[in-house]
Every structure is written in C-alpha cells, then in structure tokens.
C-alpha cells in the first residue's frame, strides 16, 4: 500500500519538472567569468605596453652624441641615427611617437630607472654593471673595443701593449664602457677625458691625440666621415659585446613585447636595412 500511494506523487514531479522554464547555464558563468577577469585585470601591476599607446608617445632616453647609433643635431634639435630610426618604428607599433629625453652614458641607467623615459636606445652596450639596475632586450648586434687612428699610425697601435706605452696620447669620452675600457687596460699611456663625444674624433685628426678605443661599429664609422682616421682590425676587436635596448626592470610585458619586436627587426632586414644607410 505505502507504494502504491507514492507513484501519483513521483507522476505529479515529473510532470511539474518537464513543464518548468528551461535554465540557460551556459550565460550565467560566462558573465561571472567576465567580472573575474575584469578584477584580475585590476590587480596586474601597470605595464608600458598598455601604457604606451593609452598616452600616445613612448619616451626614448637617448645621448645623441653617439654616431651612427644616435645624433641630435645641435642646430636643429633633431635626432637621427640607427636606433633613432628604430625607436620611431617601435613607437609606430605601439600606435605612438617617439619623444626624445637627452641623457648622458653616466646619467643613462639613473634616468630610465628613475622613470624618466620608457626605453634606452643609441648604441647601448650591455654590461652586468648596467643589468644590475635595468633589463635588456635581445640585442640588435654584436660589438667589441679597437682603435681608431691617423692612418699613418695605423701599424703603431695594434695591440693594447703598443697603445699603453709612455708618450702615446689616448683620448676618450667620459662615462660609458669606453673610459671603463681604458682606465682598465691603459696604465702607462697619457689618458685624456674630452667631455663631446661628437668632436673627440677631431683631437686625433688635429694631432692632438693618438688613438680612441670605442666600439667597432664607431671606428667604421668615423673613418667612413674622416678619410684622414682608419679603424684598426675592426673585425677582430679587444674585446666582446653586445648592443641592446635597456628597458624598466620588472616589467615583464613590456619587456616581452620588444624583445618580439626585436627578434623580427634583426631577422627580416629592418635592422640591416637602417645599419648599412649609416656604414656604407
């Protein structure tokens, strides 16, 4: 008896649940989904790659005093140079212009650390100094130290033990891996700090100096402007290194985004495209 009456019971359920609106499930979850993210979103830490084109400029410290990685024209105002015409490509990426800060080699890391700029660029060379306090994008290009002369000495000063001798006269800008360089290697020769960079080379034509060690990517250069100086073994240079872009620490995205950006720049021909219209 007492199961027989619970079957018009179970019939009456059934009957209540087969006319009941249907539930969409699928709307409900998509909308909490859409407020988790929203809130996740809240929480990141703020990036330059959203920041960047929300402001409309990308802020480049750059020294220009540094051929032909970078140039401002004291006349004019007006910067040009490889990683110039990069650094317009990479704003125009992140629907943004470039905005040059003038910095010094001593004051680079200091002003992009600080929050001065966005991004270092103009022929940055990268040291474990400079990666203690800024990050660095894959680089651009591989570099080292040699010397750059008069032609006429040009078997004189081979070598760092023909160079660092007494008499000889070597000149250097003040600040970057050029004056690390020297005050490292130079013990015995006159060693001269001349505040321009974009006149030093004058000094040696002059007679005034001897020898500059920079990067060979300079010494080619300079020696393609000034017929009187020759870039000594540029192929086989004192030492190793690597150009880059120096970047925000900890910014993770950013930091992703122009290493991208580089990768595709140095591989399809952008890079050499803008680096062979300043070396040959």
Known sequence: MKRAATLPALACLLAVTATAPAVSYASAPAAGTATAAAAQRAKRPATLLD???????????????????????????RYDGVDIDMARDLAKSLDATPRYVPTTWSGLVGDLASGRCDIGMGGVSITLARARSV?????????????????????????????????????????GTNEQFARAHLKRATLTVH????????????????????????????????????????????????????????????TAYVNQWVHLATHDGTYRKYEDAWMK
């Open 51 to 77: 920041t960047v084109p929300r402001r409309g400029v990308l802020r480049v410290c750059t020294t220009g005093d540094y051929r032909p990685f970078t140039h401002r024209d004291p006349a004019t105002g």
């Open 195 to 254: 505040p321009d960079n974009t006149t030093i080379f004058d000094e040696i034509i002059a007679g005034r100096a001897d020898v500059m060690m920079t990067d060979a990517s300079e010494t080619r250069y300079q020696a393609k402007i000034h017929p009187e100086l020759c870039a000594v073994h540029p192929d086989q240079p004192f030492t190793f290194s690597e150009k880059a872009y120096a970047l925000p620490r900890g910014d993770e995205q950013f």
């Open 135 to 175: 990050a660095f994008s894959e680089p651009t290009r591989t570099d080292g130290k040699t010397p750059i002369v008069r032609c006429a000495d040009q078997d004189r000063y081979r070598t760092l033990d023909q160079i660092d001798q007494p008499g000889t006269r070597v000149v250097v800008n003040p600040g």
